[in-house]
């Protein structure tokens, strides 16, 4: 079990009263700290590892924190998948969370500021129409004198040069402010789409597959009402612990690359979601494709990987092939989501167990269950 570690809770006053050595000193402590928890408790020694173990130690996020001693119970160790697991959600994602949040306030700001605009220019149109208003019942008036109605006449052009600029003024707020705003909602979706994406990949990462295979299958018909329904893909890289630990993690990052490499090349199906939501987990989630389709995807996928020889960069050395296994599954009439991935889940298991580099669809399963 993970020994307790006592978060760091000075303010920052204080800290700021200690002086810069003091700061220096305790970053060191906390690395040191990391350094010495990551040795014990992580399964990898990569900056991803450091920065989750710095934090842990910094006690600047609880619910890191309580992450990583839920984790540490359960397994005694932190595996790489666990690792990118923590750092996406803890690290990436406040990142994002901060970035999103300092683009809203900006947008709220901007509104705020074409309301004020708005009001303005209401106030100052219902003080001309007031104006126009007393003009007229003076102009109505037989007794006004020549003299009198020059002055009214002055007046309203005047009134109504004040409104023109004024209108102008908003006008040209407003375009100001419907370019800023556009500005915004274009990085906000910019910053949405990473938040959906797997950084070292580039295809959708754990929260990306969840939602798409969860919106896919609420929309796609059910048992006898038509069309197709939406099958799942799901592949493991075989024995990719054994090929880190020979390699490294840089060389296991190439692999993961190729993988997705190869997924794009071979899953041409419009509306497709192509994911990495684990550490050597891949989903693909295919619209409207029954399980024969969906097989050949996979074959296609499983063949393309293993058509592929891995070379390490550093030194041109062959390291061989990669393959992987997959489960094919389709949508049922009284699936959800969960039950989907489930069922998917078990042929994966299926195929590693019968040997691995293969695939198995439910219709296989099925029928080893009725042998068995």
């Avoid at 490499?261 to 497709?272: K, L």
Wanted: glycine share 8%; hydrophobic share 35%; charged share 30%.
């Amino acid at each position: 079990m993970l020994r307790a570690v006592c978060p760091v809770r000075r303010s920052l006053r204080h800290r700021m009263s200690l002086g810069p050595d003091s700061d220096r000193d305790r970053s060191f402590t906390l690395a040191q700290r990391s350094f010495e928890l990551m040795r014990d408790y992580c399964a990898c020694a990569t900056p991803r590892a450091y920065a989750v173990w710095y934090l842990y130690v910094s006690g600047t996020q609880p619910l890191l924190n309580d992450a990583v001693k839920r984790l540490t119970t359960q397994n005694g160790t932190l595996t790489s998948a666990d690792i990118d697991g923590l750092h996406d959600t803890y690290i990436d994602g406040r990142r994002l969370a901060v970035e999103v949040d300092r683009m809203n306030s900006s947008l709220i700001a901007e509104v705020e500021g074409i309301m004020e605009m708005i009001e303005v220019s209401i106030r100052s149109t219902a003080q001309y129409g007031e104006s126009l208003q007393a003009l007229t019942h003076d102009i109505a008036n037989t007794a006004t004198s020549r003299t009198r109605l020059r002055e009214i006449v002055t007046t309203i052009v005047a009134n109504t040069r004040d409104v023109t600029a004024n209108n102008r003024t908003l006008e040209a707020r407003m375009r100001e402010s419907r370019s800023e705003i556009e500005t915004l909602r274009e990085t906000l979706e910019a910053a949405r789409l990473e938040s959906l994406t797997d950084a070292l990949t580039g295809l959708g990462n754990r929260k990306s597959f969840e939602e798409a295979l969860r919106r896919t299958v609420d929309a796609s018909p059910t048992s006898g009402h038509g069309g197709k329904p939406t099958s799942l893909i799901v592949l493991d890289i075989d024995s990719f612990k054994r090929f880190n630990d020979l390699y490294g993690h840089l060389t296991g990052d190439q692999v993961l690359r190729l993988v997705a490499i190869v997924m794009r090349e071979h899953v041409g199906q419009t509306g497709a979601t192509l994911a990495r939501f684990g550490g050597e987990e891949f989903g693909i989630v295919l619209p409207e494709t029954g399980l024969e389709d969906a097989r050949a995807i996979a074959e296609r996928v499983r063949n393309g990987v293993t058509g592929r020889e891995l070379v390490k960069r550093s030194t041109g050395e062959s390291l061989g092939k990669v393959t992987v296994s997959l489960g094919v599954a389709t949508q049922r009439g009284d699936d959800n989501a969960v039950s989907l991935l489930e069922r998917a889940d078990a042929c994966l298991f299926a195929a590693k167990r019968a040997g691995r580099n293969r695939t198995y669809d439910e219709t296989e399963v099925d029928a080893l269950r009725d042998v068995a």
